[in-house]
């Protein structure tokens, strides 16, 4: 069985903050990500999806962590298709326009080619420091199966390279029926890493909790059962706590996963207050026993 390794989706949320979960002593962002990093060794970075990251910023998450610590970066909106502010984009690269939100096709072609190098090169403290674990690229309710946005993927694959981008989908489409095998035999014959979810069904963004490894690396995201998922209060729409029996119900499905990856990803991403590392932390347990 290859390793799994488990961590949260975020370690700076106000809620967290708020929530006692780190000592008094851990009183700066220094402090907190040190402090996080001796709890669990893997961490999901959500804020470069509404703004892209500075290498500044990802020289200071080298520096502040172990040497075997793992940064998985969200992509920015831009990449994956969905609304971008414009005021979130850089100002050099910002078109002219009275919108607030912006699509690529609002860039001209040689500032989209830009915010992808500029997003890519940020990261690269990470990649030279062994730090950079993936590149989520979680896509929008509207990126349906079809054979322009498989050709997406692989240039996202293209684009990456030598960095790890893994796929999540927010359509069914991807698994009706049939289609969910095509889905999972075109992800492995391109080695791109599915991301597998546990999240509300119903929906028109559910996506069924499939769980296949078609890379050497796999990745589960933990979005939560809350019965408020469609609101527009983020901690409302993941403010779910799981019991320690949907955990350990879990727990052998995830070690069932990793007999065919070399290691796999776990995210807790029910983030208010403490709710995913309390839950992150129960389920280090139960896969430990």
Aim: glycine share 4%; with cysteine.
């Amino acid at each position: 069985m290859g390793e799994i390794i488990v961590g949260t989706a975020s370690w700076t949320d106000r809620t967290l903050l708020d929530s006692g979960w780190y000592p008094p002593t851990a009183d700066t962002p220094e402090k907190r990500l040190a402090y996080y990093a001796r709890q669990f060794p893997l961490v999901e970075v959500d804020a470069t999806y509404y703004s892209p990251p500075a290498e500044r910023t990802a020289r200071l998450w080298v520096q502040r962590t172990p040497q075997d610590f793992t940064f998985n970066v969200k992509a920015f909106s831009m990449l994956t298709g969905h609304p971008t502010r414009v005021s979130a984009l850089y100002k050099d690269l910002r078109p002219v326009t009275d919108k607030r939100t912006v699509y690529p096709g609002d860039l001209t072609a040689q500032a989209y080619e830009e915010v992808w190098s500029r997003f890519l090169g940020a990261l690269d403290p990470l990649v030279e420091a062994g730090k950079l674990g993936a590149l989520l690229f979680q896509f929008p309710p509207w990126f349906t199966i079809r054979r322009s946005n498989k050709d997406y993927l692989l240039e996202v694959q293209r684009r990456c390279d030598p960095a790890r981008p893994v796929f999540e989908f927010r359509h069914s489409s991807w698994f009706d029926g049939d289609n969910a095998e095509e889905t999972l035999t075109f992800l492995r014959q391109h080695r791109l890493a599915y991301v597998c979810v546990d999240m509300p069904q119903g929906y028109r963004n559910s996506v069924p909790p499939v769980l296949a490894a078609t890379a050497d690396l796999a990745v589960v995201r933990f979005h939560g059962h809350s019965d408020k998922w469609t609101s527009t209060d983020i901690h409302e729409k993941f403010g779910y706590r799981y019991s320690e029996r949907e955990l350990r119900d879990w727990a052998p499905r995830l070690c069932e996963l990793a007999r065919d990856a070399e290691q796999t990803h776990v995210l807790l991403n029910n983030c208010y207050r403490d709710y995913a590392q309390t839950n992150a932390r129960q389920l280090q347990d139960l896969l430990a026993a």
